[in-house]
């Protein structure tokens, strides 16, 4: 132990930069014990920076002896501590599941929210299988969390457990977590759940709402419709995007060539409308997927716009469209403009019509 | 093909938490076009799909390197990035200078990270020469470091093409370069002699450690290259590097905010720079 007593001694030096060069060399010398020895510095160490090194340096180490160190610290008061420590033992294998299992059923609700994060960011095939086992835990966010990371895992095995916690619950939050997941993971049942829960959807509490939009999104099919054109109306800048993707959802799943009237005039006034540039960029893209006479001349329009999405997403859409008489305006355009990206989706569009 | 608002959200999140690059909303094109290549290339037809290729089956970051070498433009000339350069040269090396003339300190030292051919370090050189009224008072030295020994040649020669010198100001150009008949510019001994080139691997544990008191060290697009851990590490170094307060220059689309925060982040007429 001799031999590193200089490093050793360095962890403690009043030069910072000493002590960072201490924590390098220490692991690269291996060093017995360094998991101790920087264990105990990380939690006295006044320099953030050093404390990034140390970080840094036992992300290299793997083993259950490194987690069951690092697992007390969860404890600390130090949220940067806290929050290192997950991401340490997030840098682990399948070994360390067995330590963080038992810290699943702690007392503290904050260790087993640590515990639960660890689970998702370890990201294994069992991460499901654990995180499954705090749908009941007495603390609601601890809830919230492990259904949010089931979605995210996309853990297709424990829908039904959603589907149940949706209609027995009544908290907000919940319920826009099951939604959202739903969205993502949902079978027929959630569809039939969400159907029976939501039958009256006047009523629904616009936080909610956008959840609801999203599951609708991936799920919703045309009897949604008038829901989402009546929010263009209400909600239309608000909600812009989860409009937006819930009419493609829903009308990409209808395979449509040509839009009612109604809903060809509705989209129109949304485009004309107050709505941020990169969705009016969408939907002119969207447009372009319709076979509708009117949809030509609103592309023709938003070409020649001084606005750069507008114009890249009636160029995109008119080469999409594919109607030739498009093509003396795609010229002016590409006379009348120098923004590479703009130029680029003319030439594109120019060569997909005279093709 | 289509890239939602959602997708093109989902996969520039994914860039910025491996690369730090940034990529705002009027790129979307130029995204869309880039991704399109690289899932032509894996038969991908839904950007689903090659999102979740990237997530969770791309296990040595490979074709996510692919992606981002095709989402930036690798090239160097000088006075490149020329609004960062002035918010360098109009605010924060006056900030230093007069710091360092209360202190009595008249030495600037100047870090270019993988500096290539030299036209960074070089730049750096000519806008320190253009910014300090008394050139003879101070001590300034200019240090450019690159894994490619053959680049570093390059640069220790000094001759560069006319595509390198584009954005070079005219008065610049006459001042510190000579022109010779083959179309190649010189730079003059003046500005050669403020800059030295070494070959150094960033990742080398040890390489930088002897490497201190720098008051600004340019890494413009290179931490792009490196994987997460890497990045720590080079940053780490370069904390060590620098004297307190001293600035470390990113590219434009890059940010160190998930990398380390150690660095206090400042806003300079729109360009973010780091202070140790």
């Known amino acids: 132990m001799d031999e590193f007593r200089e490093l050793i001694d360095n962890l403690s030096s009043e030069d910072e930069r000493e002590r960072a060069f201490a924590v390098e060399d220490i692991v690269f010398d291996s060093v017995p014990g360094a998991i101790d020895l920087l264990i105990e510095r990380l939690s006295i160490e006044p320099s953030r920076f050093v404390q990034e090194v140390i970080v840094n340096n036992l992300k290299t180490f793997k083993g259950l002896e490194l987690v069951d160190k690092l697992l007390p610290l969860l404890n600390s008061d130090d949220a940067y501590i806290r929050n290192a420590i997950i991401d340490i033992v997030s840098c682990q294998d399948e070994n360390a599941f067995s330590s963080i299992k038992a810290l699943l059923s702690d007392p503290d609700k904050d260790v087993r929210k640590f515990a639960v994060d660890i689970l998702f960011q370890l990201r294994s095939p069992y991460s499901a299988e654990l995180i499954v086992t705090v749908l009941k835990d007495p603390d609601i966010n601890i809830v919230i969390t492990a259904v949010e990371y089931l979605g995210r895992l996309e853990a297709t095995d424990y829908i039904a457990m959603i589907n149940d916690i949706i209609l027995n619950t009544d908290n907000l939050l919940l319920r826009c977590t099951c939604l959202e997941v739903m969205a993502v993971i949902g079978n027929q049942q959630s569809i039939e759940t969400v159907r029976h829960l939501y039958a009256a959807h006047t009523s629904i509490n616009q936080l909610e709402l956008y959840s609801y939009l999203k599951f609708l999104a991936t799920k919703g099919s045309e009897a949604d419709l008038p829901l989402v054109f009546s929010l263009i109306k209400s909600k239309g800048k608000t909600m812009a995007k989860e409009i937006i993707n819930t009419l493609q959802g829903i009308l990409e799943r209808a395979s449509i060539e040509f839009l009612t009237p109604e809903i060809m005039s509705d989209l129109a006034a949304y485009i004309d409308s107050d709505i941020n540039s990169i969705n009016k960029y969408e939907l002119l893209l969207f447009l372009a997927d319709f076979q509708n006479e009117e949809i030509l001349p609103i592309l023709l329009k938003y070409a020649v716009s001084e606005e750069k999405l507008l114009c890249l997403g009636a160029v995109e859409g008119i080469g999409v469209l594919g109607k030739k008489e498009a093509l003396p305006v795609l010229r002016q355009v590409k006379d009348t403009v120098s923004d590479s990206d703009i130029l680029e989706a003319v030439d594109k569009s120019i060569e997909n019509l005279d093709g | ?276």
Request: charged letters at 30%; one cysteine or more.
């Open chain 2, 1 to 276: 093909m289509e890239l939602s608002i959602e997708d093109f959200i989902s996969i520039r999140n994914l860039v910025y938490e491996h690369t730090g690059m940034h990529f705002g909303e009027n790129k979307v094109y130029f995204f869309k076009k880039r991704l399109q290549k690289r899932m032509e290339i894996h038969g991908f037809s839904r950007v689903n799909e090659y999102i979740k290729y990237l997530k969770y089956f791309d296990r040595n970051g490979r074709e996510f390197q692919e992606l981002v070498n095709l989402l930036t433009v690798n090239e160097t000339y000088f006075f490149r990035e020329f609004s960062q350069l002035e918010v360098f040269a109009e605010v924060c090396l006056p900030e230093v200078l007069e710091k360092k003339k209360k202190s009595k300190d008249r030495s600037i030292k100047v870090f270019s990270a993988a500096c290539s051919t030299g036209e960074e370090p070089y730049t750096l050189a000519i806008i320190l020469r253009e910014m300090l009224d008394d050139n003879e008072c101070w001590d300034v030295k200019v240090k450019g470091v690159d894994i490619d020994e053959n680049v570093l040649e390059t640069a220790r020669r000094g001759i560069y093409d006319k595509r390198a010198v584009k954005d070079v100001p005219p008065l610049y150009l006459e001042q510190y370069f000579s022109s010779s008949i083959s179309g190649r510019f010189e730079l003059k001994p003046e500005i050669r002699q403020m800059v030295s080139f070494e070959h150094v691997n960033l990742m080398d544990r040890k390489a930088l450690r002897y490497e201190k008191n720098y008051d600004f060290i340019f890494c413009r697009n290179m931490l792009i290259y490196f994987d997460d851990a890497s990045r720590k590490q080079v940053v780490e170094r370069f904390y060590t590097m620098l004297n307190k307060g001293g600035l470390v220059f990113l590219g434009h689309a890059e940010s160190m905010s998930r990398i380390t925060t150690a660095f206090k982040v400042r806003r300079v007429n729109g360009y973010v720079v780091y202070q140790a």
